[in-house]
């Protein structure tokens, strides 16, 4: 079992910069590639971005790339997304996953979600 926690989320204006991070916890925790996934209000779940345990090059969303970056923390066992140049249509709830496999869908876990809101 993996748990994750998210936390960085909030408001802010179109053009700012915000910065995600993810805690995972669980015994085998650190063989996991980490994941950022987001919802958008009536829109499915999309993958946003991804880093292996290896740290392979990681994996972003054509929407995203150039923006925001990836990254993770081995010692803490922490994922961050930092993410620059907001724009409104990245307004969602951003949710953290694992998987022991590298991929842009079908994450076995998930933490709860934080909110991000850009404003216009």
């Known amino acids: 079992q993996v748990q994750l926690v998210e936390s960085g989320g909030g408001l802010v204006q179109a053009g700012g910069s915000l910065r995600l991070s993810c805690a995972a916890s669980?015994?085998?925790?650190?063989?996991?590639?980490l994941a950022w996934f987001r919802q958008a209000p009536g829109k499915e779940r999309e993958f946003v971005a991804a880093?292996?345990?290896?740290?392979?090059?990681?994996a972003y969303a054509q929407s995203v790339k150039g923006r925001f970056t990836i990254s993770r923390d081995s010692a803490k066992n922490t994922v961050y997304l930092q993410m620059n140049s907001l724009k409104p249509e990245d307004t969602a709830v951003y949710y953290c996953?694992?998987?022991?496999?590298?991929?842009?869908?079908?994450?076995?876990?998930w933490g709860q979600g934080t909110q991000v809101t850009v404003s216009s």
């Open positions: 880093i292996s345990r290896d740290y392979e090059v990681p």
């Open positions: 996953a694992a998987d022991l496999k590298f991929g842009t869908s079908d994450y076995d876990y």
């Open positions: 669980g015994r085998t925790s650190s063989r996991y590639v």
